[in-house]
Antibody, heavy 119, light 110 residues
Framework: EVQLVESGGGLVQPGGSLRLSCEASGFIFSDFWMTWVRQAPGKGLEWVANINQDASEKNYVASVKGRFTISRDNVKNSHYLQMTSLGAEDTAVYFCASELTTLGAFDVWGRGTLVTVSS | QSVLTQPPSVSAAPGQKVTISCSGG????????VSWYQHVPGRAPKLLIY???KRPSGVPDRFSGSKSGASATLGITGLQPGDEADYYCGGWDSGLSNGVFGSGTKVTVL
């Protein structure tokens, strides 16, 4: 079964850091781009970052550039989102997603992990 | 502020049809593929349409997608109570070099 499972969410103070993980199973992880998407409370979906198969290409939404870093470990079938200088605006459910059979569209999603930035 | 603009809400009675618009520009919708997602809060989003008008396996043909210029449309026919959800268009923006989602539309079945 194709599956993505996020972990690492939690409560963090403003200015703090957190590392999210997304573990994949059921497909050849190293063949696919991986993406993080978030949804703040009461808001819509926001694309956050993506990474290509060999980590040679990474893209970020402007609001997280310089603060978030996406990475992957193809041996562990996992990718990560290192988040620093967190602010209240980063409070959200973070989903990992991939485009396995539908180029440019996310046909596989995790269930999300909640990040709350608060003192 | 989302790069892609959608109406906040649409509603119709069971069995009726709704359409959801998604407006963008030359750097996204006009030159890139559009996808559509159904999202029930608390659950993972579900892909409904990819490459403007294709349905993944398992998505009913009640859902359809189209694109013209810098706008795209999702249609839902034979509306069912289970269709109540938030719907998002999505794609890539070549100017921003990042993915983008629409502002989201809440569908209510009256």
């Amino acid at each position: 079964e194709v599956q993505l499972v996020e972990s690492g969410g939690g409560l963090v103070q403003p200015g703090g850091s957190l590392r999210l993980s997304c573990e994949a199973s059921g497909f050849i992880f190293s063949d696919f781009w991986m993406t993080w998407v978030r949804q703040a409370p009461g808001k819509g979906l926001e694309w956050v970052a993506n990474i290509n198969q060999d980590a040679s290409e990474k893209n970020y939404v402007a609001s997280v550039k310089g603060r978030f870093t996406i990475s992957r470990d193809n041996v562990k079938n996992s990718h990560y989102l290192q988040m620093t200088s967190l602010g209240a605006e980063d409070t959200a459910v973070y989903f990992c997603a991939s485009e396995l059979t539908t180029l440019g569209a996310f046909d596989v999603w995790g269930r999300g992990t909640l990040v709350t930035v608060s003192s | 502020q989302s790069v892609l603009t959608q109406p906040p809400s649409v509603s119709a009675a069971p069995g009726q049809k709704v359409t959801i618009s998604c407006s963008g520009g030359r750097s996204n919708i006009e030159t890139k593929y559009v996808s559509w997602y159904q999202h029930v809060p608390g659950r993972a989003p579900k892909l409904l349409i990819y490459e403007n008008n294709k349905r993944p396996s398992g998505v009913p043909d009640r859902f359809s997608g189209s694109k013209s210029g810098a706008s795209a449309t999702l249609g839902i026919t034979g509306l069912q109570p289970g269709d109540e959800a938030d719907y998002y268009c999505g794609g890539w923006d070549s100017g921003l070099s990042n993915g983008v989602f629409g502002s989201g539309t809440k569908v209510t079945v009256l």
